[in-house]
């Protein structure tokens, strides 16, 4: 008799993935064994859980509930496993993290690979998305969020803010002139961040000491991805804003400069949120303070 936990992951992957074969490649067993554990649910309920068809494979109405279920059910199998942990100091198992995606890919990576060698015990699923992440629903253990934090039921620790910078390749500001101030930048192509919720910021902020700028900014070019953003910068076409991390090569190399030196540009606030009613793993706690001691607050 097959076992009905790893029969309902292994349905979960399949209708997450969209096949057998994907499902299979991400569990570390056959398309067959899958299958298998498929058919044995199905059998188990008397119901189809898929429809599948040569080229693809749906979930039927119940099967759609049934993954509903079985993604709550494996999320507290799974924090069952871990009460061991709890009394317990040295971090082991998985740690399922989201970030948005450029911090993610740019900034985050270098402590995501030195905790992993710090602890060898520890495997993290990282999953990078500009999208609002459901922590509870999606089964996150942690998520970190830039801008303003909504209430909710989560534990927030500040960050330091995620820092910006104004920049445009030497080629458009030879041709179209360098902005000196704030408000220059409205005669100028402006190239900021479409985001995931919502379209680019048209209202940029600065401040000289204490004092804001505030200034409306327009572009016909509106990119929801980072290096795209960068590429059209470089290529001359606008004036980006963008993270100081991600940028910092380039303005190295002088591919691109900093524009209004003597303005500072806006930062957003920046938190880790993990759920506060689930109790805290070795392996969560020695994250946190992994987060803390690179990202903290100075």
């Not at 599948?52 to 999320?75: M, P």
């Not at 919720?197 to 700028?213: I, K, L, M, T």
């Not at 963008?242 to 606030?269: I, K, N, Q, W």
Request: hydrophobic residues 45%; aromatic residues 8%.
């Amino acid at each position: 008799m097959m076992d009905r936990l790893s029969s309902m992951n292994a349905f979960v992957m399949a209708a997450e993935l969209g096949s057998y074969a994907r499902a299979a490649e991400r569990l570390g067993m056959s398309a067959q064994m899958v299958a298998k554990h498929v058919t044995a649910l199905e059998q188990r309920l008397g119901a189809r859980l898929l429809n599948r068809t040569t080229r693809r494979q749906s979930l039927t109405e119940l099967g759609s509930a049934y993954y509903e279920r079985c993604k709550h059910i494996l999320t507290e199998a799974e924090a069952a496993d871990s009460l061991a942990q709890i009394m317990n100091d040295t971090p082991r198992g998985k740690l399922k993290i989201t970030a948005p995606v450029t911090f993610g890919s740019y900034s985050l990576m270098p402590l995501i690979t030195g905790f992993l060698r710090d602890n060898p015990d520890v495997q993290i699923d990282l999953h990078l998305t500009d999208r609002f992440v459901d922590l509870v629903e999606e089964g996150y253990e942690a998520a970190f969020r830039i801008g303003p934090l909504a209430t909710t039921g989560l534990t927030a620790r500040p960050l330091a803010p995620y820092r910006l910078v104004v920049c445009a390749a030497p080629a458009y500001l030879a041709a179209r002139g360098t902005p000196l101030i704030p408000a220059d930048l409205e005669d100028h192509e402006c190239l900021g961040y479409a985001f995931w919720s919502r379209p680019a910021d048209r209202e940029w902020f600065f401040y000289q000491g204490a004092v804001p700028h505030k200034v409306q900014v327009s572009s016909r070019l509106q990119i929801n991805e980072s290096r795209a953003l960068m590429s059209a910068a470089l290529d001359g076409f606008g004036i980006v804003l963008g993270p100081e991390d991600f940028l910092r090569t380039a303005l190295a190399r002088g591919d691109l400069v900093r524009v209004l030196p003597d303005y500072d540009a806006p930062s957003r606030p920046m938190h880790l949120v993990y759920t506060a009613n689930r109790q805290r793993t070795a392996k969560l706690r020695r994250f946190v303070e992994a987060v803390l001691g690179r990202f903290g607050p100075a």
